[in-house]
């Protein structure tokens, strides 16, 4: 009877002192602002947070997303300098102003896609909805 094949574990990429310092900021980045959010009263979607998906003619992601209320944060997390922050957002702009132009069909959509986003829009009212 053939063995079957051992399941190679994957290394991970040993980082430089730099890639840390910059890891680092980027988390400590996000965990202030989710702080400041939640502190907010907002509700964290975390499982509809860093999720490759695909909405209309749109492939993208949110770094984050919150709810409170009726109203939906989508986040984009970056701590590019200011020079570079332009440019990480214009490959985003066109895929956003599709989510906009759409906002009744990409909250159904996301209902869909994440239970914590469901549950938090259990008093959804498309009416008073802001994104």
């Known amino acids: 009877m053939p063995s079957k094949p051992k399941n190679k574990t994957v ?3 040993k980082l430089s002192a730099v890639e840390k310092i910059q890891r680092k900021q980027e988390l400590d980045h ?7 959010f939640t502190g907010s009263g907002f509700q964290r979607c975390a499982n509809a947070a860093n999720k490759n998906f695909q909405f209309s ?3 993208t992601d949110f770094d984050d997303v919150f709810v ?3 109203l939906v944060i989508l986040l ?9 922050v332009g440019d990480h957002l214009k ?8 989510i906009l132009d759409n906002k009744d069909d990409f ?25």
């Open 68 to 70: 409170y209320e009726n």
């Open 30 to 36: 996000a965990k202030l602002i989710r702080g400041i």
């Open 76 to 84: 984009e997390y970056t701590t590019s300098s200011r020079a570079n």
């Open 11 to 13: 290394k991970k990429k």
């Open 107 to 131: 909250i159904d959509f996301l209902m869909t896609k994440s239970s914590d986003f469901s549950s938090a829009l259990e008093n959804y009212d498309p009416e008073q909805a802001t994104i």
């Open 57 to 59: 003619s749109v492939n």
């Open 91 to 98: 490959g985003k702009s066109e895929k956003y102003n599709i």
